[in-house]
């Protein structure tokens, strides 16, 4: 048994991907998941293309639609063009499951639910009647987590992964790191299962 830090937003289109792939892993093998919700935007303008993201037209097309497309047919998993709150704020809903780690909730059925819910129902992120139909479907009570969300404490935890996802050179989500070794994107996650059994040689970072 290992344990796997997570690195990812509630948000992410290609955590969504393979969200589903990943708890497989982890449960088959009696892993523990280490869950790291980030600012993934503040993220992405530190250590990866800017602050707004910028992708020329031609590489946003293939890395935002195509890709997507493609895995997630190959995840066997429904998925939405461009959620339509895509943009909205994620303060919230990384906050309510940072929340759910403080009070002792297993969070992963709820982070799967929320992607889900954004990338395949369009479910608004940013809003908290939606969140809580969300940790409801996920078979959580969500009024506590919510409640504390936004709370100092919890931003301040927030604030904390986004910061060591920066220092650790996490560029994007998800991000995997078994025994210090980091695998980003789900496209990784065949090597992430190899990793978990043999380790690879080398280290992380060079």
Do not use: C
């Amino acid at each position: 048994m290992a344990e796997i830090e997570y690195f990812y937003s509630s948000h992410s289109g290609y955590a969504y991907i393979g969200s589903a792939k990943f708890m497989q892993i982890a449960a088959a093998g009696g892993h523990t998941v280490i869950h790291r919700p980030m600012d993934l935007r503040a993220v992405v303008a530190v250590t990866g293309p800017g602050p707004t993201n910028s992708l020329t037209p031609q590489r946003r097309a293939y890395f935002s639609g195509r890709e997507i497309e493609r895995w997630a047919e190959a995840r066997g998993v429904g998925i939405l063009a461009r959620p339509t709150h895509h943009d909205n704020g994620i303060a919230l809903s990384n906050g309510m499951l940072i929340a759910g780690l403080q009070q002792g909730v297993d969070i992963g059925p709820l982070a799967h639910r929320m992607l889900e819910g954004h990338w395949r129902d369009d479910a608004d992120l940013d809003d908290r009647e939606t969140l809580a139909a969300l940790g409801k479907e996920a078979g959580i009570d969500p009024a506590p987590l919510l409640d504390a969300a936004l709370s100092p404490e919890i931003q301040a935890i927030y604030d904390a992964n986004t910061q060591e996802a920066i220092e650790r050179s996490v560029f994007g989500s998800p991000t995997y790191f078994v025994g210090g070794d980091m695998f980003y994107g789900q496209d990784h996650l065949e090597l992430v299962e190899r990793a978990l059994v043999k380790p690879f040689s080398g280290t992380w970072p060079r």
